[in-house]
């Protein structure tokens, strides 16, 4: 089930949102007395898990080193130490070739500076790092990406006292030859990746960054060589922005994620130049650090980040789309007691499966740790609403009807059915008659309880089923398992209004048994109230019913307070009672 915003051309709406938290299992990815974060990971063409992260000791950023972790075909995780060289190792993102082979990029201090390095599997255990960049200023939070040339790919800040800027380079994995070094734009390096690329199916480069003077934000640029050198696309936004992700799709259009001070924002060149950007994470909730966007072959976009703001909800968050249209807001994981802070986060997928990585911080044994956990499954095969229940009784000739959900995921409501199988030649021809909507909580992992009652039934047997609805219009039946039969009244009955005294409306219910029918024939029934005078005041009813039980509601607004008396007649049988009114 998905509460979908609504994209027309290349206008998003925005919708509510409701948390609900992603029904997969947690696997754990790292957990110890170290600091782990900055997970990336992807999966191979076997659809195996492969993962890199930061690991140090504590917030002491110069023993940082970087870790690998493989999974094999029985599930199981293996992770080894890539570097080990008591310097500060750092923001390493992972990509795989064609031939499944691992590609690595990091950012390195060597000895004094930092630079970028690169390591890969192509020869099966990890070559030594590559020198990326050499000497001169520091050069921060590469993002690496290998091609389907055998060309790898980076964007990098540097970083200095004065003015940064970001590069782009590549290396010849082919000819072991690095590119020249070509100049993006200015642009203030941050805590995390503020530039990241993406390659289209014809091995162009494509490139968000965060440009400007100011540190933390700037304005959002877009650059690619599909011409064959680099050059700057206006994206119009006017905004600064921080963390830029990229993504392109299976037909070469660009999708970018940003953050402006408050909200995730999206854009696309869908419709040929690029969208109005639309905010698609909720208000007053500040998404922090490092989001992730991914991309599956059906062009399903994944969204994930994490949030500090107690008041809408501390955690690990995910967004998709499909057919680019967003869903609403789904928790990934709380923050237990255990952690007080939230780190980095990311996503990937197979296509099937997406694999979700997470990594809360707190502190163990008195030191500073973060966790790395990860949740994984296929969010389309998610039951939308778990019934737990669904059952009737009958008082009368009401039905009530009660349900209960154990789940629900962008529930919209529900509409009740009845079919009135006394009336039909057979059930393959019958027909249900849509009587009532009841709303439903959205999305939420909590049971909920919903009921509604069918007033005022003739003598029959019914059916009864609700439809469950989506906001996006799809729908599921659910059936009740029996028939309802109302009997046939077996006396002529008025009752006594209810309320009495009463202001200004008040029931009236009554009984016509087929005793006083004539061959079971419709009778003339007429339902009228008189003052103390006997004077007729209203006619309530006047017209043929078949054998069963009636409810009609006089309302009496108009009238001045005082008692009157209302009679039945139906044929030859009357009855008459006093009704209050008190205003």
């Not at 990815?29 to 659809?47: K, L, T």
């Not at 990406?145 to 940064?164: A, C, L, Q, R």
């Not at 979700?356 to 163990?364: L, N």
Request: proline share 4%; with cysteine; charged share 20%.
């Amino acid at each position: 089930m998905k509460n979908m915003l609504l994209l027309l051309a290349t206008t998003l709406f925005f919708t509510s949102t409701i948390f609900a938290q992603i029904p997969f299992p947690q696997d754990t990815i790292a957990r110890n007395d170290r600091f782990n974060n900055r997970m990336f990971a992807a999966y191979n063409s076997e659809g195996l898990l492969r993962l890199t992260y930061t690991s140090g000791l504590g917030t002491v950023s110069s023993n940082n080193e970087i870790y690998y972790v493989e999974e094999d075909a029985m599930g199981n995780f293996s992770t080894v130490n890539l570097t080990s060289n008591a310097v500060d190792d750092n923001y390493a993102t992972l990509s795989i070739d064609q031939n499944d082979k691992v590609h690595i990029s990091y950012e390195a201090r060597d000895p004094s500076i930092f630079q970028i390095r690169y390591m890969h599997n192509v020869f099966g255990s990890f070559s030594a790092p590559i020198e990326i960049t050499q000497g001169g200023l520091n050069k921060a939070t590469p993002f690496g990406k290998i091609g389907p040339d055998s060309v790898i790919h980076f964007v990098y800040y540097t970083y200095t006292e004065g003015s940064d800027n970001y590069y782009y380079r590549n290396y010849d994995l082919r000819t072991s030859t690095l590119g020249p070094e070509v100049f993006l734009s200015n642009g203030e390096a941050g805590g995390d990746f503020e530039a990241t690329l993406d390659i289209d199916s014809n091995g162009k480069v494509h490139i968000a960054g965060r440009s400007g003077t100011t540190l933390f934000s700037g304005p959002l640029k877009y650059f690619n060589n599909t011409s064959g050198s680099f050059q700057e696309v206006p994206t119009g936004v006017a905004a600064s922005v921080s963390y830029p992700r990229i993504r392109v799709d299976s037909n070469n259009n660009v999708h970018i994620v940003y953050r402006t001070s408050s909200r995730l924002n999206y854009i696309n060149n869908v419709g040929g130049t690029f969208s109005t950007p639309v905010e698609i994470s909720p208000l007053n909730q500040l998404p922090a650090g490092i989001q992730s966007m991914e991309i599956d072959d059906q062009n399903r976009l994944y969204i994930t980040y994490q949030s500090s703001q107690s008041a809408s909800g501390r955690g690990f968050y995910l967004l998709y789309s499909d057919n680019e249209v967003f869903s609403d807001t789904i928790k990934i994981a709380d923050i237990t007691s255990e952690y007080v802070t939230r780190n980095s986060s990311q996503v990937i997928t197979n296509g099937e499966d997406i694999a979700i990585f997470y990594a809360p911080g707190g502190v163990r044994n008195s030191v500073v740790i973060c966790d790395i956990f990860m949740k994984r499954g296929d969010l389309f095969q998610i039951v939308p609403v778990e019934l737990a229940s669904f059952i009737a009784s009958v008082n009368g000739n009401d039905v009530s009807l009660n349900w209960m959900t154990a789940s629900e995921i962008n529930n919209r409501g529900f509409e009740v059915e009845r079919q009135d199988l006394s009336t039909l030649s057979s059930v393959s021809n019958s027909k249900y008659e849509v009587i009532g909507f009841i709303e439903g909580q959205g999305t939420t992992t909590e049971v909920n309880r919903y009921s509604f009652t069918d007033k005022g039934l003739t003598p029959g047997t019914y059916q009864y089923r609700i439809k469950q609805i989506d906001f996006d219009g799809t729908f599921k039946f659910y059936n009740l398992a029996e028939t309802i039969e109302i009997g046939v009244p077996d006396r002529f009955v008025l009752e006594q209004n209810y309320p009495n005294p009463f202001n200004p409306s008040t029931k009236i219910r009554y009984h016509i048994p087929s005793v006083i029918s004539t061959e079971g024939k419709n009778l003339n029934v007429q339902l009228k109230v008189y003052d103390v005078l006997g004077n007729e005041v209203t006619t309530l009813v006047n017209e043929y019913h078949k054998v069963g039980s009636y409810e009609v509601i006089f309302d009496a607004s108009n009238l001045p307070s005082g008692t009157y008396f209302y009679r039945l007649q139906a044929g030859e049988t009357t009855d008459t009672k006093k009704l209050i009114l008190i205003k």
